[in-house]
Nanobody, 120 residues
Framework: QVQLVESGGGLVQPGGSLRLSCAAS????????MGWYRQTPGKERELVAG???????NYADSVKARFTISRDSARNTVYLQMNSLKPEDTAVYYC??????????????WGRGTQVTVSS
């Protein structure tokens, strides 16, 4: 089992910034990909940003140049720095980790989600 603890959500005005954090613990073994997804009511969960163990990143087109994902491998923590926030960024943001146990089985875990609201 892998446990994820998310933090950093909240209410911010348009143009503002927030930083999300997600710390993984437990039977992590080989942590391959860490990422952030978001979901609004009635819509499917969508990828916001991801980062591999090698540091390769990918972003949704809607957040490129505004959001930055990073990870601290020593602390098994992933961050999402969100700048120039827009009302359409309002969503529940979920941390996701994918990896492999030492026995070879793959795993995929989700955090509980943290609300981000962008409103004046």
């Amino acid at each position: 089992q892998v446990q994820l603890v998310e933090s950093g959500g909240g209410l911010v005005q348009p143009g503002g910034s927030l930083r999300l954090s997600c710390a993984a613990s437990g039977n992590i073994a080989i942590l391959l990909i860490m990422g952030w997804y978001r979901q609004t009511p009635g819509k499917e969960r969508e990828l916001v940003a991801g980062i591999t163990s090698g540091g390769r990143t990918n972003y949704a087109d809607s957040v490129k140049a505004r959001f930055t994902i990073s990870r601290d491998s020593a602390r098994n923590t992933v961050y999402l720095q969100m700048n120039s926030l827009k009302p359409e960024d309002t969503a529940v943001y979920y941390c996701n980790v994918q990896g492999r146990y030492f026995g070879g089985n793959e795993y995929n875990y989700w955090g509980r989600g943290t609300q981000v609201t962008v409103s004046s």
